[in-house]
């Protein structure tokens, strides 16, 4: 089949657009209000941009009446926000907090969620520096600046699409996840879009390797930050030659 959006009808009884790209994971993105309230959303339209320095993204679509989502007026007011993995122990307030509901509720307790601290985060609250909160039982954790917003135009009654772009500059990582050095999905069991209203929990993994021998390539691939300043200091010393 073949179609074009917004301009041939697909035929089908569902839209089959988001259920093409999966998984998606999941931008569960903590906020703070300049006033001090706290917000927690879900986004699935998430991902890292790149590793040195790390960035990531989500993107958020604005109300039928063109307001931006609480989420987006918070990052761009303060500045910063966190992000915490959605896993499958916490999946029922992952969705708990995709409800739309008022700004002066905290998602948190809605949800039933223990709040932690973030490390580098703070928002300025009536004279006193308030730390952005985390979900405490989220085993990974990102905290972020805010970069930019770049806005999407939408076809009415959507109003615009908000992507979000922020600089990673703290990262948790609960010690309990890790097997052999490495991050074990096993133990995280992070959850992920599909279309529609369906979810997957990722529970097993493969590996490939990339074709060749290249040790810059595999640096690259595997977001090696120690190995991008070595690949610098060998161009630097004439060890090696910029090439791409």
């Keep these: 089949m073949f179609y074009e959006p917004g301009k041939t009808d697909h035929g089908l009884p569902h839209d089959p657009f988001k259920a093409c790209v ?16 706290a917000n927690l959303a879900p986004y699935s339209q998430f991902n890292n941009l790149t590793f040195d320095p790390p960035y990531v993204m989500f993107s958020a679509n604005q109300t039928p009446s ?13 500045g910063v926000f966190c992000w915490n993995l959605a896993t499958y122990a916490l999946k029922d ?10 700004p002066e509720i905290d998602e948190f307790e809605k949800a039933g969620l223990e709040k932690e601290d973030s490390t580098l985060s703070s928002v300025p609250v009536k004279g006193k520096q308030v ?14 600046t805010h970069y930019t917003t770049l806005r999407l135009p939408g076809n009415p009654p959507m109003g615009a699409v908000d992507v979000v772009i922020g600089r990673v500059i703290g990262i948790h990582i609960d010690e309990g996840v ?9 133990k995280t069991v992070p959850i ?3 279309g ?24 690259g691939l595997e977001g090696s930050v120690k ?3 070595e690949i610098q200091r060998r161009r630097m010393e004439g060890e090696e030659e910029d090439v791409n």
């Design 22 to 37: 999966i998984p998606r994971p999941i931008g569960w993105i903590s906020t703070l209000s300049p006033t001090g309230t």
């Design 66 to 78: 063109a307001a931006q989502k609480d989420t987006v007026v918070n990052v761009e007011a303060t």
């Design 93 to 102: 307030a992952v969705n708990a907090t995709s409800e739309q509901i008022p």
């Design 131 to 144: 730390k952005i909160p985390m979900v405490k039982a989220s085993p990974i954790k990102f905290e972020c």
């Design 178 to 186: 890790f097997t052999n050095g490495k991050i074990d999905v096993s």
């Design 192 to 194: 992920a879009r599909c």
């Design 196 to 219: 529609y209203f369906e979810y997957t929990a990722v529970r097993e993994v493969f590996e490939m390797g990339i074709p060749g021998d290249d040790p810059n390539r595999y640096a």
């Design 227 to 229: 190995g991008n300043k």
